[in-house]
């Protein structure tokens, strides 16, 4: 059973700093291709960051390019993603992801999803 938990969400005045991570269990971690998206309230699911099997291939949304850093640590089943200079709209839920397939910001390129954890940042 493959499963993806987030953490590391939580609520941080803006310009602060929030570090999430994902671990994964029940599959071959270092194989899959991983992402981070957010889901802000009223809006749909967007991508932020995406990142190869061996990290050399990396992307990240114009929105918070410069301000945030994706990252994998295979030997540990587990995405990072470092949050700097926080803004208020960067408030959302915060879902990490795996494909199989391809790296992508599209949804339906993603085979797993965790549960999510949320970001608050207050102005």
């Known amino acids: 059973q493959v499963q993806l938990v987030e953490s590391g969400g939580g609520l941080v005045q803006a310009g602060g700093s929030l570090r999430l991570s994902c671990v994964a269990s029940?599959?071959?971690?270092?194989?899959?291709?991983m992402g981070w998206f957010r889901q802000a309230p009223g809006k749909g699911r967007e991508c932020v960051a995406t990142?190869?099997?061996?990290?050399?291939?990396?992307y990240y949304s114009d929105s918070v390019k410069g301000r945030f850093t994706i990252s994998r640590a295979n030997a540990e089943n587990t995405l990072y993603l470092q949050m700097n200079s926080l803004k208020p709209e960067d408030t959302a839920v915060y879902y990490c992801?795996?494909?199989?397939?391809?790296?992508?910001?599209?949804?339906?390129?993603?085979?797993?999803w965790g549960r999510g954890t949320q970001v608050t940042v207050s102005s």
């Open positions: 990142i190869s099997r061996s990290s050399a291939r990396l």
């Open positions: 992801a795996a494909s199989r397939v391809m790296s992508s910001t599209f949804e339906s390129d993603y085979d797993y």
């Open positions: 029940g599959l071959s971690f270092s194989a899959y291709r």
